[in-house]
């Protein structure tokens, strides 16, 4: 086999392994309930991705976006949760639009405060809501959640493989 149709064939095979990448499974990433939350909106596409750019403040190179709103269903209580996730092209890209974005909110000082990162993930309060901040593979979450049910919304995305 000659040069030019070996490379041919590794092309073919590169690109066609880029095609294979795993797509998030949306039933697992924003299941119908975490923990007393019961999953109320969901946008995703284009419109996520211009909601996470509004959200940084500029445009973010992403393959795709969800914005996940999560609400306690109940007589006592208000509690709820909005779940920013982007998919960067690469674990890499994920990586550092992850730490751009953090740099950006620890330089700023406001509205944000008590930041703190805990095993690659960055807590911290602001707006009357607990956040985190981190990327697993592909895929960049910003949650921001009551008081009351942070830790068992974290928790679950924590969890996730």
Known sequence: MNKHKLLKIL?????FCISCEAKPDINILF???ISKLTLVQLIEGKKA???VNKLHGKPIDAKNAWVAYYKEISDKSINGAII???????????????????????????PF??????????IFYGLGK???VF????????????????DDVLNYYKNLR
């Open 49 to 51: 991705i211009e909601m």
């Open 84 to 110: 920013w996730v982007s998919e960067a092209f690469s674990s890499f890209q994920a990586k550092n639009q992850t730490e751009s974005m953090m740099e950006k909110i620890i330089k700023s000082k406001k």
């Open 135 to 150: 990327c697993k593979d592909r895929l960049v979450f910003w949650i921001s959640a009551d008081f009351e049910i942070f």
């Open 31 to 33: 299941p119908k309930n």
């Open 113 to 122: 405060y008590n930041i703190q990162k805990l095993e690659g993930i960055y």
């Open 130 to 132: 607990k956040h985190a």
């Open 11 to 15: 092309v073919l095979c590169f690109l």
